[in-house]
């Protein structure tokens, strides 16, 4: 039994995409729907999220937890930290449930529920545990949109706990001040939504032309910042209070039809629905989504680089994200090579011969150094007093192929060192055991406000000395000290 | 004088866009403005044209057209074979300009309006030549964002021509069926914007707050696909219709305030630019332009491979965008290095050091690699036969350190090649001309299946052995053919 289990109380997509999160941070799950078609469901949601989430990592994510098929509800509750519930919206259905989660499950679990419409005041209603009950409203993809919507107090320890938890996971949790009917997002998405259908029952737009202004101009926007911060863009120096003064006169005028409801009534179905098939027809929902789910991994990414909105929630998410459990660690002797570092080779690091692009074995070399240098005391405070170690030269050689999914251990000897120097020897190995690189490297220990070698402090000097010491009985391996295109010796 | 002659009547933010996608499609631009700042208000917002939008191209862009800073309206519309008016929201001042153009304008110019909220009926109200006068209302920044609503009749000679000039020019012109107040897209705006007063008025979530659930959630969505595609698949395979059937029932619940319209007062107006400060005050609005306009390349490039939305606009529109009368490419004589390749230091390129840590400067060699491969003919059709290159070894010396925000040129040279073997050089330069890497590079022409060496097929092996001749007069450079730890030569 592990600590980490989440109960996913109604399957379908919402459902599965909380499955995938939680299972993908090394969650176990335990599913509890009654719809025969729930498992096979759930599994093609758990698909995609791992052929995109993963691609957003720079580093292997934990093992995936197990997904648990449970045909008692109270299995699936009783020792979940996490229990959502994803069931239809139907106030009384779910009122039924809580009822029956909470007597089955832990008083210190968080109790969230997806609903998009009702109030944690109504979900309370005649609990056990009314506090325990919150709401937790994602977005759908569940397994790559980080925001999370969380009503119901916003110093209540079930809130506190679930701030925590979602941000484990990599997710944005946005508490709100106040519990209002829909939360924040779908009002805003339904105001946007009336306003359309008006569009189209009075033929000023087609779907496809509406979907076309939308996602050719704030959409793109909205992607990076939201709507304030793209009017205060808009506004320019003068600033927010002066686009407010410009803006502010439309409110008065007639152009919407805001005041007004359309009625939906078949004529405006059988519309919708048609011209939404001429718009999209020729893919299929799967195409749709795999489309889909690659241009948001494709936008993450760029704001991952920039450190920017959504893409810092997965930077951060990264950083403290566990690692899978390592076992070489603790049997490590400094008279053998150091081995502290192994990754799987992830999709994103295959080029279009289908194998690991080449400056990714360079980035799993210097990830590997990192944690020698991490084990010989170059640690933060080292670095902020104005030393670092920094690579002069790297020699690799490429011997065979990594593929994606295999697993490469790093293998790293310290060939010479002197005060101010290092020259070390990686070696890349499969799980098989084949050596797919080898990598040579010179490193100088440097003043860095003075930009010039110097002697290394302690105890950064020491324990680089002695492993020297220590690895010399090693010998120097075939390869080593050699220059572009020089023949293989033997 | 050339054919392509736009008038920008008005600067400012929108005729500043408008400014910088024609002059960055080779047309010369006059400026009419009487505002004494507008000459340099403009230059700053083509400045950040030309920092953003030729990053999306693969091939040289079009010579830029010269602006001509005109001090009377006839002179800068005489020409003109487009003429965009963007001046202040007020009907009287925009009629009486279009009185003042069309007495000087061609009669097949293309004369149209940046109005957010005027219909054309409005606008033509006593004009000379009603149906030449048109909206084009754009979105900021309008030199990334390639939306432009048409209104003006479907059928009406003036807005086919603008929608064939407006492709040229890399937009989308998407021409309503009904000319309505405020358009399509500033009506779903102004909905969405309502919405968001109440809920800040309310006291339900901060504009900060807000903006994370737009940016993080829904925002991403659209950025790809619309409102109507995006339900069509949250509805799965059930299609368009059974989603409508789910969502109907919420237009008759009084979940939104969208039936009251907040009053704008000065606490509400206060409240915002006080919260928007929180916000985004430590960020200067340059600075979230310069933010802004990365984060939306990077979205438009990702869909641009994917071939996808706002993407496809850009990668037909490259297609079809004339040659630049003498490109770099052109320019390019094989007896000199391959330079091709020019990147942004990202932010997450950066290391504990506070600088490009060491993988990435073999990403950045790679990426020219990539470029001088498919210069020489390695196209996908090419590798799908089987063959393909290999690095096999590399070797690369560090020489100054490249900071984050600097921009790197990479220049390949050929050192030696064979029939089945490829020596090559690689030196990166920042802007200023440091030079902070080389690499040298062993490449071998492979049999993907046999797994070995062989030699090249036609035309790659004419091309590399042609660039190979004619890059021997360019000499070795100090430091090929080096070992790790080798003295330097002087």
Redesign the interface.
């Known amino acids: 039994m592990t600590d980490k289990q989440a109960a996913i109380i109604g399957g379908g997509?919402i459902g599965g995409g909380w499955a995938a999160r939680f299972a993908l941070n090394g969650w176990q799950v335990n599913l509890f729907d009654p719809d025969p078609e729930a498992e096979r469901k759930i599994r093609e949601v758990m698909q995609n999220a791992r052929a995109s989430l993963p691609l957003l990592a720079d580093k292997s994510l934990p093992k995936e937890g197990r997904l648990v098929i449970c045909t008692r509800l109270e299995e699936a509750v009783r020792d979940a930290l996490w229990i959502q519930e994803s069931i239809p919206e139907q106030l009384a259905i779910k009122q039924s449930a809580f009822a029956d989660i909470q007597a089955a499950c832990r008083p210190d679990a968080v109790l969230a529920s997806s609903t998009s419409?009702f109030r944690p005041a109504q979900l309370r209603d005649g609990a056990l545990r009314p506090d325990q009950i919150i709401v937790a409203h994602p977005?759908?993809p569940v397994y790559l949109?980080?925001?999370v919507?969380l009503v119901g107090g916003t110093d209540n320890p079930a809130i506190l706990t679930a701030e925590q938890i979602l941000k484990d996971i990599g997710m944005?949790p946005?508490t709100?001040?106040?519990e209002?009917?829909?939360h924040?997002?779908?009002?805003?998405?339904?105001?946007?939504?009336?306003?359309?259908?008006w569009?189209v029952k009075?033929?000023?737009?087609?779907?496809?032309?509406?979907?076309?202004?939308?996602?050719?101009?704030?959409?793109?926007?909205?992607?990076?910042?939201?709507?304030?911060?793209?009017y205060?863009?808009?506004?320019?120096?003068a600033?927010?209070?002066h686009f407010?003064?410009q803006?502010?006169p439309?409110?008065?005028?007639?152009?919407?039809r805001?005041?007004d409801?359309?009625e939906?009534d078949e004529a405006l179905?059988e519309k919708?629905?048609r011209?939404?098939?001429a718009?999209?027809g020729h893919y299929?929902?799967r195409e749709?989504?795999a489309?889909?789910d690659?241009?948001?991994v494709?936008?993450?990414?760029?704001?991952?680089?920039?450190?920017?909105?959504?893409g810092k929630?997965y930077?951060d998410w990264l950083k403290t994200a566990p690692l899978p459990e390592q076992t070489e660690k603790e049997s490590w002797q400094p008279e053998t090579p150091f081995v502290r570092h192994r990754t799987e080779v992830l999709p994103a690091w295959i080029d279009?011969?289908g194998h690991m692009?080449?400056?990714?074995y360079?980035?799993v070399?210097?990830d590997s150094a990192d944690c020698l240098l991490s084990y010989l005391g170059l640690s933060?405070a080292y670095?902020g007093a104005g030393y670092?170690i920094?690579?002069?030269?790297?020699?690799?050689?490429?011997l065979a192929e990594a593929k994606p999914g295999e697993y490469i251990t790093v293998s790293t000897q310290i060939l010479?060192a002197d005060e101010k120097k290092i020259?070390l020897w990686h070696s890349l190995k499969t799980d098989a055991g084949i050596e797919v690189a080898t990598g040579?490297?010179?490193w100088l220990h440097v003043d860095?406000k003075a930009g010039r070698a110097v002697a290394m402090r302690q105890p950064l000097r020491d324990r680089v000395l002695g492993l020297y010491e220590a690895h010399r009985g090693l010998g120097v391996p075939e390869g080593?000290?050699?220059?572009?295109?020089?023949k293989q010796a033997g």
């Open positions: 997509v419409g977005y759908n949109l980080p925001a919507e944005k946005v709100l001040r106040q209002i009917d829909a924040v997002g779908d009002r805003l998405l339904e105001a946007l939504w009336r306003e359309a259908l569009l009075d033929d000023v737009a087609t779907t496809a032309e509406i979907d076309e202004i939308i996602s050719y101009s704030f959409g793109l926007r909205w992607a990076q910042m939201g709507l304030f911060e793209t205060r863009v808009a506004g320019g120096e600033g927010m209070r407010m003064a803006f502010g439309a409110l008065a005028w007639p152009w919407t805001l005041m409801v359309p939906l179905i919708i629905a011209q939404s098939d718009q999209s299929s929902i749709l989504e489309i889909r690659k241009n948001l494709g936008f993450l990414k760029v704001l991952k680089d920039h450190k920017w909105g959504a929630v930077s279009y011969n692009t080449e400056f990714r360079l980035q070399m210097s933060a670095v670092s920094y690579t002069v030269e790297t020699h690799i050689r490429h010479y020259r040579e490297q010179m860095m080593a000290g050699r220059h572009i295109g020089q």
